[in-house]
């Protein structure tokens, strides 16, 4: 799986460029699936939360900086959905969906953000890859299949709108030496989500 913190260490200055065109997964992989679910969508309980009750409008989600989040759970109604049908262990839906849960803020907020507040949102994405890797070796899992190919960043930045954040914060950060602070199974587990936290307690 792509890690955030490799990604930094190579692509400090220009982060789209090395995430292989920003879009492309989602272009090829997530709306196809959507646009396919679309006639037959039904939504479920999924992590004890019920799904959109209306499928989105895809086109008028990529319009918005946000995205549509009709139920309110604080993930994009269209990430929501492929998530949760394409990754069947909870730790890896909980996980994910972090990442969608911290857009909104950085989205509204990027412009006015101090350096440390951008290094900061840029470590959130680090912590929740630790916690990935932690708990699915802890569990010994084999890796959903999705795993190996999904792209939490190009999925998040999908549209030009959404890459502009982005962009801004290599410009601000351009040349800037970064990483998670997370050195430890402990401290890596105390990153996570907390009902990864509450289903899977740390070892003893």
């Keep these: 799986m792509k890690t955030l913190s490799a990604l930094l260490i190579f692509c400090p200055l ?4 090395c995430l292989g065109g920003g879009s492309d997964y989602y272009r090829d992989r997530v709306e196809p699936f959507l646009k396919n679910l679309k006639p037959n969508y039904k939504p479920q309980v999924v992590d004890g939360v019920m799904e959109p009750a209306v499928f989105p409008d895809l086109d008028e989600d990529q319009k918005t900086l946000v995205g549509i989040d009709s ?4 993930v994009r109604d269209d990430m929501e959905i492929f998530i949760n049908r394409n990754f069947p262990y909870d730790y890896e839906r909980e996980t994910y969906k972090q990442f969608f849960k911290r857009a909104p803020h950085f989205f509204n ?8 507040e951008l290094i900061n949102e840029g470590n959130g994405f680090m912590r929740d890859t630790e916690c990935f890797r932690y708990i699915n070796g802890m569990l010994k899992l084999p890796e959903s299949k999705e795993v190996s190919t999904f792209s939490e960043f190009s999925t998040l930045h999908n549209t030009n709108l959404r890459e502009e954040p982005l962009n801004f914060k290599a410009r601000i950060l351009a040349g800037e030496t970064y990483g998670s602070g997370i050195g430890t199974e402990t401290e890596a587990f105390y990153t996570c989500p ?3 936290q509450l289903k899977y307690p740390l070892k003893k």
């Design 14 to 17: 220009i982060l789209t460029s």
């Design 71 to 74: 139920n309110h759970d604080g």
């Design 109 to 116: 907020n990027y412009k006015t953000m101090s350096r440390q």
């Design 194 to 196: 907390e009902k990864i």
